[in-house]
């Protein structure tokens, strides 16, 4: 069984490679830039993982990872698009280094390139793939629109938050390990709790990312600390806290979202602190931890072949940055 | 056999239902809008006519000219957000009933629910139809990619020209019939000449497209007649007037394609009389028709099979709108 880590150098050594064709040049170099511009590829190493539960990583276990790399690159690029971000993993954003047009197509082009490289994949399982993979893709735009919705409402309740980042987020983690475990020749019964597994480390994943957002160490972060809370990202934490504050503490942060003050991050977290919400946000990835762990019990391979996602799932749901 | 008008019906009674789920209302009552207004179908009709050449309509036909269907609406959708086009089909766009980011999301899932229809074909050519489907759709890519980058460019030549247009709008009425024929069961080399024969029909249209733009009748056109030479278009016809003008006629040209004048259509249009454009234009039309019809011939089917689609190319290429 190999690590994570094992597995990523693996993956990365297929992966860095050319993606395109060379022309058009003005399409397809902007497509490599954002490709060569990296990231932590949890999604394929997941889809590798899922096939190695079972057994021996297939060669098309590599060739599916990278679809599912570059689906998840694909929605990167759209989304920086849809927030105006200017930057990613500290490098300028596709629409920011080239423009707007270059952007949308490069963004189409991945997610057909996606669908290329699955084409290739074995006929016997190739539809059962074709049609997770179609699924989860159409439910992560959901989450994409749901989340720009949300921003525009004045309410957001925690399910309906949760929600929203099942789609945007879980539904992919969880699909690339099912995807893996189809190829590795996977009862339906576990692969039913596999994709369980990775849609509740998912659900943890986001609570950390919000959690680092407001209480990460810069250093360590990479992205500017409170970020979420300038922009009144609806979060967990902002969620709970208003979810929890007594009418002075609701009022109080009230009127810190409708203000852009120089001190607005410090005094949202002294609301989140006198609300208990780090401690809350902690007991909440524990619960979702423990739910994903009870799926992971219920597959039935020997323990020593899942301690390689125990692994992963106690990084990812501990990571500093 | 059947005809492109009753073909047109037979699509249309299945292809008029919902295309996305109920939920989220932000993001699919958008896609059914666009999906609403209407179009000429053209390119799931030839993916039928592509089966009935070679044998009865199959119902894999219907799914695959669906995706096809939705693939182009894909592809419009998102053209519009590049053209920052207000109108289709006399109905305002996506972006501009909705916005920018609603657009690109509705581009997104029209594409990846086209991949959905395609995932229920029978395995046994599935694979087949997804790499000339995938490989399409990034061809069209690189032709839009191609049209923005030449509406920069100082000078396009006849051949660049028509690469362009091949892969933005040969290649999918071309490989819309070569699914269709796979699945009525023809063989590798009636495919191929089928395939040759889209590719030239669709040049022939566009020569029409270019040349009513320029000398359509404003009230059958549906569009402002002249809108091409308003905005400067490479057309079939600037690229052959500026190859064959002569000094005088050329630096009129430059002059009125530098300038917003009032008459520029009609000064345009002069030049373009007294360069013989029209009949230079009927004339490439013709030997793209016969270059089509000469792959047909080759195609070993008895001729009676061929009668719809000889009627089609006729339609397509000698249409007043």
């Known amino acids: 069984m190999l690590s994570f880590q094992e597995l990523s150098v693996q993956f990365n050594e297929q992966f860095d490679t050319k993606h395109f064709p060379e022309t058009p040049h003005t399409l397809y170099a902007p497509g490599e ?151 590795g020749g996977a009862s339906e019964n576990n692969c039913h709790h596999l994709y369980e597994f990775g849609k509740k480390i998912g659900i943890a994943f986001q609570i950390q990312d919000d959690y680092l957002d407001a209480y990460g160490d810069a250093a360590n972060f990479g992205k500017e600390v409170g970020g979420d809370i300038k922009q009144n990202k609806k979060t967990f934490l902002l969620l709970h806290a208003l979810s929890v504050a007594n009418n002075d503490q609701r009022a109080a942060l009230a009127e810190l979202l409708n203000n852009d003050n120089p001190d607005k991050v410090e005094k949202v977290l002294d609301i989140f602190n006198a609300c208990g919400v780090g401690a809350w946000a902690e007991n909440l990835k524990s619960k979702y931890l423990q739910e994903a762990f009870d799926h992971l019990e219920s597959i039935a391979v020997v323990s020593a072949r899942k301690q390689p996602l125990i692994e992963l799932a106690n990084y990812l749901i501990n990571r500093n940055k």
Chains 1, 2 share one sequence.
């Open 33 to 183: 830039y954002f490709l060569s511009i990296g990231g932590k590829r949890v999604r394929p190493v997941m889809c590798m993982m899922g096939n190695e539960l079972f057994s021996d990583i297939h060669s098309d276990a590599f060739v599916a990872a990278r679809a599912v790399e570059l689906f998840h690159n694909f929605t990167l690029v759209h989304d920086d698009m849809m927030d105006e971000a200017g930057l990613r993993r500290g490098m300028p954003t596709v629409h920011t280094k080239y423009d707007v047009n270059t952007a949308l197509l490069v963004g189409d082009v991945m997610l057909i390139r996606a669908y290329e490289f699955l084409q290739n994949i074995q006929p016997s399982y190739l539809p059962k793939i074709l049609k997770i993979f179609n699924k989860t893709a159409r439910e992560v735009c959901e989450g994409q629109q749901l989340d720009m919705d949300y921003a525009k409402m004045e309410e957001v309740t925690m399910e309906q938050y949760i929600h929203m980042i099942t789609l945007k987020t879980s539904v992919l983690l969880a699909a690339s390990l099912e995807i893996g475990a189809i190829i």
